[in-house]
């Protein structure tokens, strides 16, 4: 992100909570927000997310516009795939089991019960 945005982000997103927090590796508030809210995202995630931000930084240079930093929760919504994309699946409701056929399997399954049990009469 300090990359894609420069100043802009490490201005917004400190890495660390001070100079001190900086020697002693003691990460800053932001960060830890960041790094528990994304901590799920596959790589592909993360390389949407990553993609869409920089086609929007092009697009926003492109109008002679300048673009910002998201924070977490936008950045998760640039990450997952769009209802209705190839790469979101909505999974149809199961359906019930018809209680004929479960009867019919059950009736099937004590009639082969049965004769097993004849062979060892």
Not at 45 to 60: C, F, K, P
């Amino acid at each position: 992100m300090a990359q894609l945005y420069g100043h802009k982000w490490t201005s917004q997103y400190a890495l660390y909570d001070s100079e001190q927090g900086e020697r002693n590796g003691a990460y800053g508030e932001d960060f830890m927000l960041w790094a528990r809210k994304t901590r799920s995202l596959s790589d592909k995630d993360w390389a949407r997310g990553m993609e869409t931000l920089e086609h929007r930084n092009i697009e926003a240079a492109r109008n002679g516009e300048t673009s910002w930093p998201p924070n977490y929760a936008e950045f998760l919504g640039l990450c997952l795939p769009a209802p209705g994309s190839a790469a979101h699946k909505e999974f149809e409701p199961l359906a019930l089991p018809d209680k004929g056929v479960q009867e019919r399997a059950r009736q099937c399954g004590e009639g082969e019960l049965a004769k097993m049990r004849g062979l060892f009469q």
